[in-house]
Structures are given as C-alpha cells and as structure tokens.
C-alpha cells in the first residue's frame, strides 16, 4: 500500500518523534535493549542530512 509521498516536512517530524521517543526511559523501543537502535541512529543521520 502505498501512502503517498515522503515529504522533507514528514521525514522531519518522524525523526523528531523517535529522537524524543528515546528520551523517556520507559517507552524506548526494543531495540534499545540490545545497546544500538537503528531507528535512532536513522532519526539523528535525517536531520543532519536535512540540516546541510
């Protein structure tokens, strides 16, 4: 199924939701469990990208 899209303005906001997810202990995700999340290594290389 395809929703469309990714916008600038989209891939923003879902980096900026998994970096502020990752700042509340109880609800990190599960990969965090193994010491290395690829959802917030991938959130912190978008907005870099985006920032150049």
Avoid: F, Y
């Avoid at 990714?6 to 202990?25: G, M």
């Amino acid at each position: 199924m395809d929703d469309g899209p990714v916008t600038p303005a989209l891939l923003i906001w879902t980096a900026q939701r998994v970096i502020n997810q990752h700042r509340k202990p109880p609800s990190r995700c599960a990969q965090c469990q193994d010491d290395g999340c690829e959802m917030l290594t991938w959130a912190h290389n978008a907005l870099t990208a985006h920032r150049e």
